[in-house]
């Protein structure tokens, strides 16, 4: 199984802040997508990434989300202004493939206070 | 103000008892389901998938069993161990070309006692 890692495992930050967030695929991936999940409910989808630009998101994205990947390793989730709500576990998860399993990593999780 | 959390399906057996873990998914139109295990504090793990051209699939101590007319999968594991207590999600493909996104269901917490 591909190994990902998520850093920081814990970010606690004011409200209004900016975070990034940070995935590192530990083997060569093309795809790469962000899934939050707030605490005691379920994974929800947030955005894909394949050759450096966005190929799906979902309503939760909106323009306080950015992705990149800045250093063709790296695979950042920046939000730019926090709000109380943001908090949750953010999930980086890779493929291999556009039909291939998706391999999730550890998690952030973010508190906004 | 504090989310409250869904109330999750609770599934308890005993150990050494075989489990049976059901989803219902919602798009007709899937056609790539995986089943994923969550313990407290970590990240969705993959345990086993199934494409919609089959509708079984078996792992080790797990099998998979897809339903397409009623749009039900189950994920049943054998010879349950302690350390299968976890939730457990069911997760869709959606979307027939390019990048597909998963959507997950509510999860099913699976308690197993010694």
């Known amino acids: 199984e591909p190994e990902v890692t998520q850093t920081p495992s814990h970010q606690v930050t004011q409200m209004g802040q900016e975070v990034i967030l940070r995935c590192v695929p530990i083997s060569n991936h093309l795809y790469f997508y962000w899934y939050r999940q707030i605490l005691g409910q379920k994974v929800e989808f947030l955005v894909s990434?394949?050759?450096?630009?966005?190929?799906?998101k979902s309503e939760i994205f909106d323009d306080q989300f950015s992705v990149e990947r800045p250093d063709g390793s790296n695979f950042t989730l920046k939000i730019r202004s926090t709000k109380l709500e943001d908090s949750a576990m953010y999930f980086c998860?890779?493929?291999?493939?556009?039909?291939?399993?998706?391999?999730f990593g550890p998690g952030t999780r973010l508190t906004v206070l | 103000g504090e989310s409250v959390g869904l109330h999750l399906p609770t599934l308890s057996v005993q150990e050494g008892d075989n489990s049976i873990i059901n989803c219902a998914y919602s798009n007709s139109a899937s056609d790539y389901f995986i089943w994923y295990k969550q313990e407290s504090g970590k990240g969705p793990q993959f345990i086993i998938d199934i494409r919609s051209n089959m509708d079984k699939r078996q792992g080790q101590r797990v099998t998979v069993l897809l339903n397409k007319t009623v749009k039900h999968l189950s994920l049943q594991i054998a010879a349950t161990q302690p350390g299968d207590s976890a939730v457990y999600f069911c997760?869709?493909?959606?979307?027939?070309?390019?990048?597909?996104?998963?959507?997950f269901g509510t999860g099913t917490r699976l308690l197993v006692s010694p």
């Open positions: 990434f394949y050759n450096n630009e966005i190929s799906e």
């Open positions: 998860a890779i493929g291999t493939d556009s039909t291939d399993t998706q391999y």
């Open positions: 997760a869709e493909k959606i979307g027939n070309t390019g990048f597909q996104k998963l959507v």
